[in-house]
Structure formats: structure tokens, C-alpha cells
């Protein structure tokens, strides 16, 4: 195992049920269910196909001789037709009609759709288990004051809860998407070898009626809606492009959360998980390096490139089927879902064991609060007979002046004492103080948190609880 190079993919972030769905056995099994519905479809439509030659290929479904595939491969140079070799090895009675009227697109390209389709449903579950956590640490802080950052430059306050709901939104966004892909997703069905399905023309005797049967029921068995209605050989490769985009959407904005829990990290406010033995670096033993966050973003640079593979493959497909697909797909299709599927186990895993540290929360907003506090107590002077031009300019110059004294000289933001010492402004320092309650700046921060979540989380958490309760294990 360790002279030969292994995808860090799947020995350090993907699951283990992401790692089946693209797996050899998932492949190939499918290969096989495809065989089974398009001969039991081609009996059904007055084919000469026994039930004896079906129930033959049902009880060898599973029990794939691999080992024989792969030596007529040798000598044939064809997966796919080794394939049927081997399984005819197993189904005598039966392999003569393996992949009737088909060529190897019917079930390569109807297996790659539905190995796609399957690895969106457990993309689509673990996005929901982040958005349901993500939820409840915004219900907990949708009142925990904080500043907000405009530029990551001081600006008007918002909650903890108010900016969680910035990643949720995102994400809302990406699941819509998702779910439009998923409600779409076709198989390819059975077209023959350049989509006019001449071969299944001359198996049924020119029935189109039967022909367009055939792929109903073949759909239906293998718990699809539809087929595509046209193709070449193969289905369109814009198929790929669209799911690798999802994809490449939810990289995103798992990639913009990370960032922001980084800053904050940096800031002293909010830290991922950190276990008790958990190493920060070789040096400084007292680093707290947020690694998860790191992981993530690093993830999703790589998803985020990686979906320019199928964009650019579909827009070099020659006619009815050029082969510059094949390597291409192999590699970009499946890396796509196990780096993401690693994205969300570790966003899961994080916002799961945030740790808010409000005292610092509040402190960095106290000390920037007499800043934005301006406007009230300038209103506050003009009630008690200021000039409203000249309180704006006095307060400009403190302002100005108490800048100075906390970047020049390394003070403490004293422009309310400097305020309360100006006799322009009639005002005492305990006046000013009662201005500095940071919920009175927050604006509509908690009640957006219990809109947004009541209207458009709940509803979705609801749908999918037999989804929810999933939890996330980092391997390192």
C-alpha cells in the first residue's frame, strides 16, 4: 500500500458512503441492474427473452467475477464488453442476450447519471445537517451584539446570529439549486450508437410505439421520470457541467464561512473546535491554528477549478460522441463529489463546536461604539437646544481627535469624555453613557433571525427531518 500513490481524497477526507457510491461495486453492479431492466423491458415488449434467461441474471446480480472481466480485458481492450463476458460466464442460459440492441454508452453514460444522482442525495443530506446546525447557533446569538465589518473596517453593529445568517442564506441558495438539478436529472436510456436507436428499430420490427416503451419502462425500473428525449451516443455533457456546478456553488460558500470563522478566530471572537491534544504548530506550542477552516477553503479552491473540466469538455464534444470525454470524467466527476463531501463533513463538524467568546465580542464593540453612538448623541444635544450643523462639526473634530488618541498613541477611545467635557454639548459623561447599549444599534437583527428562520429554514428542516441528525468525524 505504501509504494504507490493514493488519493488523498479517499484516505483523508471523503466518507466512506461517498467513497461506495464511486466505487468499483457501485459501478459495476449498476452495470449489471441496467442489463437486467433492459432484457426484462425487451421480454415484456415481445422480445424472445425467457424468464428463466431474467431470473438468471437477477441471481448472479451482485456476485461480480471480476477477475475474469479484467483478463478478457486484456485480450479485448473493451470494459464494457468484458463485462458482458464475464457475466455470460456466470448466466449461460442468458448471455446471449446481454445488452441487446445496446451499445456501451447504455450503461456507462445511465450509470455515470445515476452515480451522480446518488452522490447529489448525500451531498443534499449533509447540507441540510449544516444548515439545521448552522440555524440553532442563530437562534442562540440572535440577540449576542457584535460589529460588523464593512471593508473589515468598523461599521454599525449587527448580532452573531444576524451575520450566521449570511452563511445560511448562501447556502439556501445552493440547496434551490440542488434540488432543480436533482428534479432534472434523466437518464440517457437506450439510444443506440449514434442516438437514433436504429438497432432497438430493427430488434422490434420498426414499432416505435415499442421503442419509445422501452425506455419508459426502462427509466421506471431503474426509478427515474424520464430519458433524455435526444442525444448523440452519449447524453449531453452540459449534464456533468450543471452538477459539477452545484457542486462548485456549495464549494463557495463553505469557502466565504471558512474565511469569516478564520478572521474571527483571529480576532479572538469565535474559534472552530480545538481538542485537547490537538498540535497548532511544531514551534509555537501555543498556536490555535483554525486547520478545519484552512481544510475547507483549500477543498473548495479545488472544487471551485475543477468544475471548468466538464464546461470545457461539453464544448468540445465532436457531433455524436467523441472519446476526450472519457479520462476527463473519470477524474473530475467523482474528485468533485469527494472533495466536497469532505467540505461539508468538515462545515458540519465546525459550526457543531464553535466556541463564541462574548466578553471579547463585547469589548471590541465598546470600544468602537462611541463612534457610531454620534448621531443619537447629536440628536440628544439638538433636543436640548444645540445647533444641529455645529454639534456635527464638533463631533467631527473629537471624533477625529479620539481617532488619533487610540491609532497615534495606543489609548483607549475616550471621545465620550471628550464629549461630556465640551460645553457646547450640555451633556454629562453619565448622559452619554445611557447612549451605549449596543442592542440599541443592532437594528432589526434578532427579528430578521426569527423571520428568516421561521420562513425559509423551518419549512426546509421540516421537509427533510428524516434527514437531520447526522454528525461529522475530521479523520485528521
Known amino acids: 500500500m505504501n509504494d504507490k500513490y493514493v488519493s488523498p481524497l479517499s484516505e483523508r477526507y471523503a466518507s466512506k458512503e461517498m467513497q461506495y457510491i464511486f466505487s468499483p461495486?457501485?459501478?459495476?453492479?449498476?452495470?449489471?441492474?441496467?442489463?437486467?431492466?433492459?432484457?426484462?423491458?425487451?421480454?415484456?415488449?415481445?422480445?424472445?427473452?425467457?424468464?428463466?434467461?431474467?431470473?438468471?441474471?437477477?441471481?448472479?446480480?451482485?456476485?461480480?467475477n471480476y477477475e475474469d472481466a479484467k483478463e478478457r480485458e486484456k485480450l479485448v481492450r473493451h470494459d464494457v464488453m468484458s463485462h458482458v463476458y464475464a457475466y455470460g460466464l456466470q448466466c449461460p442460459k442468458a448471455k446471449g442476450i446481454i445488452h441487446l440492441g445496446a451499445t456501451s454508452c447504455y450503461v456507462g453514460d445511465n450509470t455515470d447519471i445515476i452515480i451522480m444522482t446518488e452522490g447529489l442525495k448525500?451531498?443534499?443530506?449533509?447540507?441540510?445537517?449544516?444548515?439545521?446546525?448552522?440555524?440553532k447557533f442563530a437562534e442562540k446569538y440572535k440577540a449576542q451584539p457584535t460589529l460588523a465589518f464593512t471593508h473589515f473596517q468598523p461599521a454599525q453593529p449587527t448580532t452573531v446570529g444576524k451575520r450566521a445568517?449570511?452563511?445560511?442564506?448562501?447556502?439556501?441558495?445552493?440547496?434551490?439549486?440542488?434540488?432543480?438539478?436533482?428534479?432534472n436529472m434523466m437518464l440517457l436510456g437506450s439510444k443506440g450508437t449514434t442516438g437514433t436507436q436504429a438497432s432497438f428499430l430493427e430488434l422490434f420490427e420498426g414499432d416505435h410505439a415499442k421503442i419509445k416503451e422501452l425506455e419508459k419502462k426502462i427509466a421506471?425500473?431503474?426509478?427515474?421520470?424520464?430519458?433524455?428525449?435526444?442525444?448523440?451516443?452519449?447524453?449531453?455533457?452540459?449534464m456533468d457541467t450543471r452538477v459539477l456546478n452545484i457542486l462548485a456553488g456549495i464549494a463557495a460558500s463553505a469557502h466565504k464561512f471558512s474565511n469569516d470563522i478564520r478572521l474571527l478566530q483571529h480576532l479572538k471572537e469565535i474559534e472552530e473546535p480545538f481538542e485537547k491534544n490537538q498540535i497548532g504548530s511544531s514551534a509555537m506550542?501555543?498556536?490555535?491554528?483554525?486547520?478545519?477552516s484552512e481544510r475547507i477553503a483549500s477543498l473548495a479552491n479545488y472544487v471551485m477549478v475543477t468544475a471548468l473540466n466538464p464546461a470545457i469538455t461539453s464544448s468540445t464534444q465532436w457531433f455524436e460522441r467523441t472519446l476526450d470525454d472519457s479520462a476527463n470524467k473519470r477524474l473530475s466527476v467523482p474528485e468533485s463529489f469527494l472533495a466536497i463531501d469532505g467540505i461539508l463533513d468538515l462545515y458540519l463538524n465546525v459550526v457543531d463546536g464553535l466556541v463564541v467568546y462574548d466578553k471579547v465580542i463585547t469589548k471590541r464593540l465598546m470600544s468602537e461604539l462611541p463612534f457610531m453612538a454620534t448621531e443619537n448623541i447629536m440628536m440628544d444635544a439638538v433636543k436640548m437646544g444645540g445647533d444641529r450643523q455645529e454639534m456635527?462639526?464638533?463631533?467631527?473634530?473629537?471624533?477625529?481627535q479620539a481617532g488619533a488618541n487610540v491609532k497615534q498613541k495606543g489609548l483607549d477611545n475616550n471621545l465620550l469624555e471628550l464629549i461630556a467635557n465640551d460645553d457646547a454639548f450640555?451633556?454629562?459623561?453619565?448622559?452619554?453613557?445611557?447612549?451605549?447599549?449596543?442592542?440599541?444599534?443592532?437594528?432589526?437583527?434578532?427579528?430578521?433571525?426569527?423571520?428568516?428562520?421561521?420562513?425559509?429554514?423551518?419549512?426546509?428542516?421540516?421537509?427533510?427531518?428524516?434527514?437531520?441528525?447526522?454528525?461529522?468525524?475530521?479523520?485528521?
Open 426 to 476: 450640555n451633556m454629562s459623561y453619565e448622559d452619554l453613557q445611557k447612549t451605549m447599549d449596543p442592542s440599541k444599534y443592532v437594528g432589526r437583527s434578532p427579528e430578521q433571525v426569527e423571520e428568516f428562520l421561521k420562513e425559509e429554514i423551518q419549512p426546509i428542516l421540516d421537509a427533510n427531518k428524516e434527514l437531520l441528525g447526522l454528525s461529522a468525524t475530521i479523520n485528521v
Open 25 to 64: 461495486d457501485m459501478k459495476f453492479k449498476t452495470w449489471r441492474k441496467l442489463w437486467i431492466a433492459l432484457a426484462e423491458s425487451e421480454m415484456e415488449l415481445g422480445l424472445n427473452i425467457t424468464q428463466e434467461q431474467i431470473d438468471e441474471l437477477k441471481a448472479n446480480a451482485d456476485n461480480i
Open 392 to 400: 456635527h462639526e464638533k463631533i467631527r473634530e473629537l471624533s477625529m
Open 285 to 292: 506550542a501555543y498556536k490555535r491554528n483554525p486547520m478545519r
Open 165 to 183: 445568517t449570511l452563511w445560511l442564506m448562501e447556502l439556501k441558495l445552493d440547496l434551490d439549486d440542488l434540488d432543480y438539478i436533482l428534479d
Open 220 to 238: 421506471e425500473k431503474m426509478g427515474y421520470q424520464k430519458c433524455f428525449p435526444v442525444s448523440g451516443q452519449t447524453y449531453s455533457r452540459k
Open 122 to 135: 448525500l451531498v443534499r443530506k449533509k447540507l441540510i445537517n449544516v444548515i439545521n446546525e448552522l440555524a
